[in-house]
């Protein structure tokens, strides 16, 4: 069983950054492809980036440029840079991990979930 936790959601102006931790237990994190979602009021959970265990990383147009995700294998934690945040951004942030192919960017794709982090960009 794997547990996830995510941190660093709060409030920011438009225009800023933040930084969203997710720490992972109870698995060989090295194993997993990570990814990271989003959900607004009203709206369905979407793809905002993932990185598989090779290393290789992928992104939703809407964050390509602007977000960065990256894995520290040794701290078992996966990490969302956020730069240049918009109202539009304003979301609950889960972390997530697929054990399987790591080929997917949907949330039946992952497996594992965390409980989510709020980050609210005023304008």
């Known amino acids: 069983q794997v547990q996830l936790v995510e941190s660093g959601g709060g409030l920011v102006q438009a225009g800023g950054s933040l930084r969203l931790s997710c720490a992972a237990s109870g698995g060989t994190f090295s194993r997993y492809h990570m990814g990271w979602f989003r959900q607004a009021p009203g709206k369905e959970r979407e793809f905002v980036a993932r990185?598989?265990?090779?290393?290789?990383?992928y992104y939703a147009d809407s964050v390509k440029g602007r977000f960065t995700i990256s894995r520290d294998n040794t701290k078992n934690t996966v990490y969302l840079q956020m730069n240049s945040l918009t109202p539009e951004d304003t979301a609950v942030y889960y972390c997530a991990a697929d054990i399987s192919v790591g080929v997917g960017s949907t949330p039946s794709d992952f497996h594992y979930w965390g409980q989510g982090t709020q980050v609210t960009v005023s304008s």
């Open positions: 990185i598989n265990r090779s290393g290789s990383t």
